[in-house]
């Protein structure tokens, strides 16, 4: 099956207002407050991913919560920049049902029926008569149903990030007379650090006018993050916000898939490659970055090995400084290769008898070393992408992940975050 074109703006699917504001959170002035409300007479499908770190926070805690008590079922998403609610113990989780409960006495539905995001710093405490504020100002003033209301959200939900992570694709389903209706699938994200393979990245809210049941929407969004965004890595490091959320209104009335049907892997395949789309931003987007590293490994005995060789590739900092300094390496890709573990701690399935690696289209090693052209080589590195392939030669699995280049200005960036 081919993947569907996708087309990295906002567009809104039908079932669904949205919008972005400044309520003060950030001093900046800048937009920190985003929501997603589900206004027909029924909640949204709803399924989520969340981060694997220990130090959870509270949002990300009461979403979990909300999901388990509806089955998978939402009204609105309300998303705070500026400020993770993380680390900051009962009062935090206080401040959060408090925001739950005025989103939720806002728009006249269940508590239960409202998720919650947050980023930004950590150890800090929302301020909740702000919000509550511009939560009002919101609803009444700047929801919409158009590309401007998701894309003033994607806006409202940046903190580091330099641009808006947008991206949008249409497939058709059948109907219960078998017609075929447009369905859309768009995603916007926010994520340039704190990004590392463990669970999702950052944030990331992808809506659909699909219809579909919790359980597949859960298992989709399950493979779908898998593939992408646990693919990805700017720093190494894991937030403890990280949330990804997948919302379907059924507006669009089409049939809900039946699991296992080519309707469902369809409407996999379209939301795989808006995650993949997103996260391949994030990664281009990363703090300081010049350069979008992806790694494609093939020949892998099985998933799991591409899977671990590329992200481990990618999430190299000796590879992620030779990329930025455009010096053709491959040494560095060979040894981040040989390091690469399975999640349960063994090695991968790796000969280098049997291993070839390429760098931005030139073959540089096969078993030994291969001759080639460095200066050519790293010309071709100074670019907005850097392709590197690795065939272990192993077997037939292929995986991708996404990085990019460590730089001065990284480092400049992160020393003075919360100052």
């Not at 699938?185 to 704190?194: E, L, Q």
Request: glycine share 10%.
């Amino acid at each position: 099956m081919s993947g569907p074109t996708i087309e990295e703006r906002a567009e809104l699917p039908a079932g669904f207002l949205a919008g972005g504001l400044s309520a003060g959170i950030k001093a900046s002035g800048r937009p920190d407050l985003g929501l997603v409300v589900v206004p027909g007479p029924e909640p949204a499908t709803a399924a989520a991913v969340f981060t694997a770190n220990l130090v959870q926070a509270a949002p990300v805690r009461l979403s979990r919560r909300n999901l388990s008590q509806t089955g998978g079922r939402a009204r609105a998403m309300i998303v705070t920049s500026g400020c993770a609610n993380a680390a900051t113990g009962p009062a935090g989780d206080d401040d959060q049902a408090a925001i739950a409960a005025a989103v939720a006495s806002t728009l006249g539905v269940d508590v239960e029926t409202t998720l919650c995001a947050s980023t930004g710093l950590i150890g800090t405490r929302l301020p909740v008569g702000r919000v509550r504020a511009g939560l009002t100002l919101l609803v009444q003033e700047s929801l919409r149903d158009d590309a401007a209301g998701w894309e003033a959200f994607g806006t409202a939900i940046m903190t580091t990030d330099s641009r808006r992570k947008t991206a949008t694709t249409t497939i058709a389903l059948p109907a219960d007379d078998l017609s075929l209706r447009q369905v859309r699938v768009s995603g916007v994200a926010k994520g340039v650090g704190m990004i590392h393979p463990r669970m999702a990245t950052m944030i990331a809210i992808i809506l659909t006018d699909a219809a579909a049941s919790p359980a597949l929407l859960a298992a989709l969004l399950r493979e779908a993050s898998a593939a992408t965004f646990e693919q990805t890595s700017v720093d190494g490091d894991t937030s403890t916000n990280d949330t990804v959320v997948v919302l379907a209104s059924g507006a669009s009335d089409a049939e809900p898939p039946r699991p296992g049907s080519s309707e469902a892997a369809q409407l996999g395949v379209a939301l795989t490659a808006v995650c993949r789309s997103l996260a391949r931003q994030q990664a281009a987007d990363g703090e300081g970055a010049t350069t979008l590293i992806t790694c494609v490994v093939t020949g892998a005995t099985d998933l799991i090995d591409a899977r671990a060789v590329s992200r481990a590739v990618v999430r190299s900092n000796l590879l992620k400084a030779a990329v930025h300094g455009r010096d053709p390496n491959w040494g560095r890709v060979a040894a981040a290769a040989g390091a690469a573990l399975r999640p349960d701690g063994s090695p991968v399935d790796l000969d280098p008898a049997t291993l070839t690696i390429g760098l931005a289209g030139s073959a540089v090693f096969s078993g030994l070393p291969l001759p080639f052209d460095a200066a050519a080589v790293s010309a071709a590195m100074d670019a907005p992408e850097l392709l590197i392939e690795v065939d272990l030669g192993r077997g037939s699995a292929t995986a991708e992940a996404f990085g990019c280049d460590l730089t001065e200005a990284y480092v400049l960036e992160n020393s003075a975050y919360s100052t």
